[in-house]
């Protein structure tokens, strides 16, 4: 399995995070962020903003500075990888940053903050919280849905994700876009590529790969001695079939199906089609999927038919 070194950053400070606690069935986004991020997409985008799927919008006080990437060889695969523990280890030693990039301090609730648009946030979730059994592997298919009936640069996501906890913002993923984010710009078309995300460390990604609509694929996470590899493959274009590996001893204790949008107006038709997750596997954990939403709009549901088939419907 081939890995890539795409890209290396490092977020100085803490402005944006993710929350994504549940209590019961119930679930919930925090954006930590200053007060004087403008307003519309574009203003914030001009100002120098970016946005991130599973995070939100970065201020540009934490955009990427230059940091030397540390890498050990797999000794499995006698590849170079990215070590992510020597990244954070390095971060701290800088005081480039104030935390180690795992657990937020200040928590600003999603429905206290001014949005513009009410589409920004989680829309749908399904999550798995295990405190005794770390996950060890996540799968999932899903096929591109519709595209959006009005583009109107809004951006939607969708994704499975593993992390430490519900409350840390290092998240291992394999995303679908549409729309523009700050990993690449796709307007009104669907790409997909894996991504590895440390707030206050750094983001890798491999590069963005064109996807149609009905186009079969499968986002993987997979961990073998502390090795992680994310992958994403598109049964019907092979140029998209692409994995990033990084070395990590974080434990991982949270995993999620998800589907997020970000600056979308009130017009259902800015929404993508339904996305239906199915043949999902996992290894590690003994809980159930949760479902749960928030700042969901135009009747947006999860229903979880099995632990290995989760529906999210976005009735458009």
Not at 214 to 228: A, F, V
Not at 242 to 256: C, I, K, N
Not at 261 to 287: I, K, M, P, R, W
Request: one cysteine or more.
């Amino acid at each position: 399995m081939t890995t890539k070194t795409i890209k290396t950053a490092l977020f100085m400070s803490l402005t944006v995070a993710l929350l994504a606690s549940f209590s019961g069935m119930q679930t919930a986004q925090a954006e930590v962020t200053d007060i004087s991020m403008p307003e519309t997409r574009e203003q914030r985008e001009a100002a120098g903003y970016k946005l991130f799927p599973g995070v939100g919008w970065v201020s540009p006080q934490d955009l990427p500075k230059e940091i030397q990437t540390v890498y050990r060889v797999n000794p499995e695969t006698g590849e170079r990888v990215l070590d992510l523990d020597a990244m954070i280890e390095k971060a701290n030693e800088s005081k480039t940053t104030n935390t180690v990039g795992i657990w937020i301090e200040k928590f600003i609730s999603l429905f206290t903050l001014p949005f513009a648009h009410a589409g920004d946030g989680w829309n749908q979730v399904a999550s798995k919280d295990d405190s005794s059994n770390d996950f060890s592997y996540i799968r999932a298919y899903w096929d591109v849905p519709a595209a959006p009936v009005d583009y109107d640069d809004g951006t939607n996501f969708s994704f499975p994700a593993i992390q430490p906890d519900a409350a840390s913002i290092i998240i291992f993923q394999p995303v679908l876009q549409h729309g523009n984010s700050g990993i690449c710009n796709a307007g009104d078309a669907f790409v997909t590529y894996a991504l590895i995300y440390v707030h206050g460390v750094g983001y890798w990604n491999t590069p963005c790969e064109d996807a149609d609509v009905d186009d079969r694929i499968r986002g993987t996470i997979s961990e073998s001695s502390n090795y992680w590899t994310i992958a994403m493959k598109n049964y019907d274009n092979s140029d998209a079939n692409d994995s990033y590996q990084v070395y990590s001893s974080t434990t991982m204790e949270f995993g999620a199906l998800a589907v997020e949008t970000a600056y979308l107006s009130n017009d259902c038709d800015e929404l993508q089609g339904d996305v239906e997750f199915e043949t999902v596997t996992h290894t590690g954990d003994v809980d159930n999927f949760a479902s749960g939403g928030v700042n969901t709009f135009c009747g947006q549901s999860v229903t979880i038919v099995s632990e290995s088939n989760v529906e999210m419907f976005n009735n458009n």
